[in-house]
């Protein structure tokens, strides 16, 4: 079985491949805008005269919008790097790869999975494109990585690169770093069978809780950091509040770059620390268990709480749920996900389920049975137990 892995290294350019590199975002963010603009023209057109047919104004509606075709899309290119000549500068499979990524975003759109796409802005934090391997266009080569149009770029070799090469995806974080994720594709090996299963109950206290005992903690990065970041946001204001006073652009305002990209990089360093702690711990499990229980959670429905949307958003579950699910799959270990539903009130020892079970937030006391247990322990047993009866 052949799966894919990503590679995720730091960049370091040469002032000649960061302009090239700004040119490819602005060309790929350029040709993604246009063909979006058409194709809202398109929808446009049929939502106007639905609505004239509704009316009475017009016996039927003949106008037929096409959906979105990627091919179709893709052989307009040519044609369109004549009128525009500055996207003749740039990596053409990147061009092509903007396009594969609209019409894949309005595929999922028709498939009800996600919202409509929207036109992608210069102003958004991280800024990237992505290119595909052919022809050995992208490559590792000692301490440097060929990449189409660039060249050779110098990267941190943190670890060598395993599998066929598929695709890089050339990144500029806000701090104004450079990074290149190689996805590549590797046969899977499976790690030994521990013949263990395992129930995991998140929470907001402690991360996880273990159908076994083990607990892990939560270290509230964000929280650690809140103080300084808070600071130095104020510090971002009132510099934004004295570049708008003597009407320079914010771009060319240093005082004030210099202070976002301090902001930015408090926010890389916990971001960085808090996917640091969920890879390790979300590794050690799939180690040592073949099968884990989690829970079905909405997470996004649960932020709608006010007073735990920090909190919720800070403990990162989905991102520990998704970690878990494709490390299952490159180990050969089995995530599965149970119903939520009053696991936290369930006995696990007798399976009366009451509410009154649940005194505090800590403790179990079943009402039935008189059975007692740490409260998430207990939970974590049920979602253990529902788990294996799938």
């Known amino acids: 079985m052949f799966i894919h892995k990503a590679f995720k290294f730091r960049l370091y350019p040469n002032q000649k491949q960061m302009e090239l590199i700004h040119k490819t975002i602005g060309c790929s963010r350029f040709v993604f805008n246009l063909f979006l603009g058409k194709q809202k023209e398109k929808d446009a057109y049929w939502s106007i005269t639905e609505e004239m047919k509704q009316n009475g104004q017009l016996s039927s509606n003949n106008w037929k919008g096409d959906y979105l075709n990627k091919y179709e899309t893709i052989k307009e290119l040519p044609e369109l790097k004549k009128q525009y000549s500055f996207l003749k500068e740039v990596d053409s499979i990147a061009l092509q790869k903007s396009v594969e990524n609209l019409a894949d975003a309005y595929s999922r759109y028709y498939k009800k999975q996600n919202?409509?796409?929207?036109?992608?802005?210069?102003?958004?934090?991280?800024?990237?494109?992505?290119?595909?391997?052919?022809?050995?266009?992208?490559?590792?080569?000692?301490?440097?990585?060929?990449?189409?149009?660039?060249?050779?770029?110098?990267?941190?070799?943190?670890?060598?690169?395993?599998?066929?090469?598929?695709?890089?995806?050339?990144?500029?974080?806000?701090?104004?770093?450079?990074?290149?994720?190689?996805?590549?594709?590797?046969?899977?090996?499976?790690?030994?069978?521990?013949?263990?299963?395992?129930?995991?109950?998140?929470?907001?206290?402690?991360?996880?809780?273990?159908?076994?005992?083990?607990?892990?903690?939560?270290?509230?990065?964000?929280?650690?950091?809140?103080?300084?970041?808070?600071?130095?946001?104020?510090?971002?204001?009132?510099?934004?509040?004295?570049?708008?006073?003597?009407?320079?652009?914010?771009?060319?305002?240093?005082?004030?770059?210099?202070?976002?990209?301090?902001?930015?990089?408090?926010?890389?360093?916990?971001?960085?620390?808090?996917?640091?702690?969920?890879?390790?711990?979300?590794?050690?499990?799939?180690?040592?268990?073949?099968?884990?229980?989690?829970?079905?959670?909405?997470?996004?429905?649960?932020?709608?709480?006010?007073?735990l949307a920090k909190a919720i958003s800070e403990a990162s579950w989905s991102q520990f749920r998704t970690m878990l699910?494709?490390?299952?799959?490159?180990?050969?270990?089995?995530?599965?996900?149970?119903?939520p539903t009053r696991t936290s009130q369930r006995c696990h020892a007798c399976g009366h389920t009451e509410k009154a079970n649940r005194p505090s937030q800590a403790e179990f006391v079943c009402q039935k049975c008189g059975h007692t247990d740490n409260a998430d322990v207990n939970a974590s047993k049920n979602i253990k137990e529902l788990a294996l009866a799938v």
């Open 325 to 339: 699910e494709y490390k299952a799959e490159w180990y050969g270990k089995t995530v599965i996900a149970v119903h």
């Open 115 to 307: 919202k409509l796409p929207r036109f992608k802005s210069k102003k958004n934090p991280v800024q990237s494109y992505v290119t595909k391997h052919t022809n050995g266009n992208i490559a590792v080569i000692d301490d440097h990585i060929k990449l189409p149009k660039l060249g050779l770029v110098r990267f941190a070799k943190s670890r060598e690169v395993h599998g066929r090469i598929l695709s890089a995806t050339i990144r500029r974080n806000p701090s104004g770093k450079y990074f290149v994720s190689l996805t590549t594709e590797v046969e899977g090996t499976e790690l030994p069978k521990t013949n263990s299963a395992v129930g995991i109950d998140v929470g907001l206290k402690d991360f996880a809780i273990l159908s076994d005992g083990t607990i892990y903690s939560n270290p509230k990065f964000f929280r650690s950091l809140e103080g300084k970041l808070v600071k130095a946001q104020r510090i971002l204001s009132r510099r934004q509040e004295r570049a708008l006073q003597q009407k320079k652009p914010l771009n060319e305002a240093k005082n004030y770059q210099k202070q976002r990209k301090k902001v930015a990089r408090i926010h890389e360093k916990i971001v960085n620390a808090r996917t640091d702690y969920l890879q390790k711990i979300s590794t050690e499990i799939i180690k040592n268990h073949d099968v884990i229980g989690i829970e079905d959670l909405k997470v996004a429905n649960m932020r709608k709480n006010h007073n």
